[in-house]
């Protein structure tokens, strides 16, 4: 069970006030807060063992390298990959994705080939593929969805073709809160004999995720939404296939040899780490999931949804506020509209109550579009999120909607 208290005494950022008020932080799905025990991480790296990983004999580099790697281990552990040589530090799930689509797109797409997204991908699960389309003249297939923010899975079935060489697909929806159904989604792919890539930037924080169990090639999430530090995220991919694919960048750390006449790459995960690698951050994401584990990934689960129960009950009760995504399976996000207050306003001025909440498209314009619409305002939950809390927005709702 979650004893919040408890949890609210690790995050100092949490008893701050805004405006003299209270901070009600609703932006988890942006970013989350950083409990000590990360920081501290950060700090004490720095003070006390900060040195360059992997290529120094003396004492210190040692010393960082064994927590950089220990950092990778704990994350195989958390996401329970086979191998640690299936976790490629990136900067976050974008740069990820990024990757993935270049160095997917070099090694096995040619023009006239085609790749399944849906309607509600995150723009960093829509422009890379679009940066290749321009690139290679690959062409880009989308899965609907319906009024509830559910993919029609029959019409997902019906875009497969010969010409289709992979399917990315969110995890979780960070506008509408849709738990999509990936493993399916995964499943259907493979008896088409695609890969798949998954963005899990909105899962990984809220749920437990098993790369053994959901068997997709390729999954992607960020360090900061996991309650690690800014910087540092994670692209996880088979090993047989991280092996198939050309190297993203080049540089230092990525090579076994060099010559003028030939480089030979080190294998993976090495091979798409070019560069110095954020290892003071790694450590800080492992310690953030040492923390999370410690809580219990099924108890944050449970907690969340209660919340967002009670959330989504509260938030019904405002006259003429209208929630967008009601799936069946969603995780802690609401977004909504209330009467013809522009969502820009509504979150200013909740902000002025001291509630964060985030106004907008959330980078996701695709989506407005399908929904008519220009932003939402948009309610994201932590586990260490409270019930008053919630109270305290449908209060602020019901005084700016007085004021309009
Ligand atoms: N995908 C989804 C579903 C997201 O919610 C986000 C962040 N809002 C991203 C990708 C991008 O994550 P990052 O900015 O950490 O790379």
């Not at 540089?251 to 954020?278: C, H, N, R, W, Y």
Request: a negative charge; glycine letters at 8%; hydrophobic letters at 40%.
């Amino acid at each position: 069970m979650i004893d919040v208290e408890k949890i609210r005494a690790d995050f100092p950022i949490l008893s701050r006030t805004v405006y003299d008020k209270p901070l009600v932080y609703f932006d988890n799905s942006a970013t989350t807060q950083k409990p000590r025990c990360v920081v501290e991480s950060l700090v004490n790296e720095y003070y006390s063992v900060n040195a360059n990983v992997h290529r120094g004999v003396h004492f210190l580099s040692q010393q960082a390298t064994e927590l950089h790697e220990a950092a990778r281990e704990t994350v195989r552990a958390f996401i329970n990959a086979r191998s640690t040589n299936e976790i490629v530090f990136t900067r976050g799930t974008t740069e990820s994705i990024n990757l993935l689509a270049y160095s997917f797109g070099e090694a096995f797409m040619q023009e006239g080939d085609e790749v399944i997204l849906s309607v509600m991908e995150h723009h960093s699960n829509i422009v890379p593929w679009q940066i290749l389309a321009a690139r290679k003249g690959i062409s880009i297939k989308v899965i609907p969805m319906n009024d509830n923010g559910e993919l029609l899975m029959d019409e997902y079935k019906k875009l497969f073709s010969e010409k289709t060489k992979l399917v990315s697909v969110t995890h979780v929806s960070n506008v509408l809160g849709t738990v999509n159904p990936v493993k399916e989604i995964t499943a259907i792919a493979h008896e088409h004999n695609v890969p798949v890539l998954i963005d899990g930037a909105q899962s990984v924080p809220h749920m437990t995720v098993d790369m053994q169990d959901l068997d997709a090639e390729f999954f992607a999430f960020s360090g900061h939404k996991v309650y690690g530090p800014t910087g540092v995220g994670v692209l996880y991919g088979k090993e047989e296939w991280l092996n198939k694919l050309p190297p993203y960048q080049g540089g230092g750390e990525m090579i076994q040899s060099v010559s003028f006449e030939k480089t030979v790459f080190e294998q993976a995960p090495l091979k798409f780490e070019a560069g110095t690698p954020d290892y003071i951050g790694t450590t800080g994401l492992a310690k953030a999931i040492d923390y999370v584990t410690a809580i219990g990934m099924d108890n944050i689960a449970a907690y969340e949804h209660e919340l967002t129960e009670y959330a989504t009950r509260r938030l019904k009760d405002v006259d003429g506020l209208r929630i967008f995504g009601e799936a069946e399976h969603k995780g802690s996000v609401i977004s909504f509209l209330v009467g013809n207050i522009h969502h820009l306003d509504m979150g200013t001025l909740l902000d002025r109550l001291g509630i964060a909440v985030r106004t907008g498209h959330h980078c996701a314009q695709p989506l407005m579009i399908r929904l008519g619409i220009e932003g939402t305002v948009r309610a994201s939950f932590s586990f260490y999120n409270t019930k008053e809390e919630i109270d305290a927005l449908v209060d602020g709702i019901k005084k700016v909607s007085k004021m309009f």
